[in-house]
């Protein structure tokens, strides 16, 4: 039986770096409704929806024809977004098997990503379907905002960390990188229902708090995070700059 799937993009109007970013303007529209458009567009999901918390983010994409739910002020993360959105979806009647978390601040996502993440739950043993990327540079490696993973020869993740992983004891690195053989992990999540109503009542791990890195509580909790590899990268908005980055990209297509 097919999976209905349900695509939820969390958007905040706070952002310490860059304030009301859902909103900023990439030519005749919102950057969310970007990302909406796109998601709705790839036709892989049963419905897709904007979640926030905020009056503005909600009138501009009604504004704009999109699908917006409110949701709590409280939430910590955008995993527990996804999750009171479902359960508001599901007291409506409506069910869902599988929830992707697409960034709302990632304009460019492509259809090819959202399959691959879709595709990972083909893995019967998948609670969580990520992405990773192979690293091309040194700097990238070396950069601690880039996030490296690590996995097993079924696909599934042993680690993550901002440090790079594996540590190089034979101080190869450069050919590692050459050879494909350290990967970043991109940012977009898939969850199982069931797994997502029971990871956000966890209580915050060892090395989630060491890292700061979310995933890294689901594993230390035994579930499974498989992780697809894509050659697409993301890229994100976190300043004024990155968006006036973006605007160029797409007007130069």
Request: glycine share 6%; aromatic share 8%; charged share 30%.
């Amino acid at each position: 039986m097919k999976n209905k799937i349900l695509a939820v993009i969390p958007a905040r109007y706070a952002s310490t770096r860059f304030e009301g970013k859902p909103l900023a303007m990439i030519n005749d529209k919102p950057m969310v409704m970007w990302v909406y458009d796109a998601a709705v567009k790839s036709g892989l999901f049963n419905k897709t929806v904007v979640a926030t918390d905020d009056t503005r983010i909600y009138n501009a994409v009604k504004q704009y024809s999109g699908e917006v739910i409110m949701t709590s002020n409280d939430l910590k993360n955008g995993t527990e977004r996804c999750l009171q959105t479902l359960s508001l979806l599901e007291k409506e009647g409506l069910g869902f098997d599988i929830v992707i978390n697409i960034q709302g601040d990632e304009p460019l996502i492509q259809k090819k990503m959202m399959e691959c993440v879709i595709s990972g739950f083909e893995n019967q043993y998948a609670d969580i379907v990520t992405l990773k990327k192979a690293i091309e540079t040194q700097d990238e490696l070396n950069d601690r905002n880039v996030v490296k993973v690590v996995c097993n020869k079924d696909g599934r993740a042993l680690y993550f960390s901002r440090n790079a992983v594996p540590f190089c004891r034979d101080n190869n690195t450069e050919e590692l990188i050459q050879s494909g053989k350290y990967f970043k992990h991109i940012g977009i999540y898939g969850y199982r229902s069931s797994a997502l109503k029971k990871i956000v009542h966890l209580e915050e791990s060892f090395l989630e708090k060491t890292e700061k890195l979310e995933q890294l509580r689901w594993l230390e909790n035994g579930y499974n995070i498989v992780v697809k590899t894509t050659d697409t990268d993301t890229v994100g908005v976190d300043t004024k700059e990155d968006l006036e980055k973006i605007i160029r990209i797409i007007n130069t297509k």
